[in-house]
């Protein structure tokens, strides 16, 4: 599998206007919002986030589909009430909360590898986000998107997207059970998925000294989430084997893994 896609040649679109989401509008959220997003989605990586982290940022994901390119302007009690959050905050404490986010959010970034006929390696970054404001006094979040990020929330027609009901993310409850969701909602219809075992760890940003005895990674990442997965209908049957570089020796190196659901 290519497990990464050229970002590079995708359009980008022009910044347009601004887009609030005040209190008045919490009673516009229901159970039913989609996250749309073309499956580039997973060339993207996620510097030290933790559950409450991908709440934020993939309900802002929900929040700007096919919305075109524009300046984001959210009331934190609107934020709050879309992330579906049990806690209690107050505004000092949602604001302490969503600057630990945004410390990180401002590093997640796309990598696109490429080769060339010369065996040359290509590599090319882009930050997500363009701009990240807090108002704390005004309980307001106002940020910017990175051009190609935007492209790949909104045009659908030319190339494969996915979709999923926001509240099944948001019912996750472990971070890493959310990252591989992520990753398995594209592969949906074909009830199967194979990774190289060297790109799953980079896509979780599994620290390798720690989990290079396979069993400890299973112990810890792989059984937990397929366990908590398993809750979501579409992947009731959710399960993985191991593959051998040598299917012959069963001493052999595991080289992917190959999900099936």
Known sequence: MDFYVD??????PKESSTLFFNKKDIEK??????VSYKNSFYNFVFPNFNSIDFDFFISIC???KEKGSVLVDIDYKFLLKLINSKKRYSKKEFFTEFKNFTDKAINIYFINKAIDNNSNRNYTYCSVFSKIELNEKEGRL???LNDVFFDILNNFKNGFYSSFLLKTFLSLKRKYSKMLYILLVQFIYK???????????????LDLNAYKNLGVLEQRILNPIIDELQTIPNLINLSYQKIKKDKTNPKSKVIALHFTF
């Open 29 to 34: 959220i229901d159970d039913n919002l989609i």
């Open 7 to 12: 970002l590079s040649k995708e359009k980008l």
């Open 62 to 64: 929900c929040l700007l």
């Open 142 to 144: 106002i940020f910017l």
């Open 191 to 205: 009830g199967s998925f194979y990774i190289d075992l060297k790109d799953f760890y980079f896509y979780l940003s």
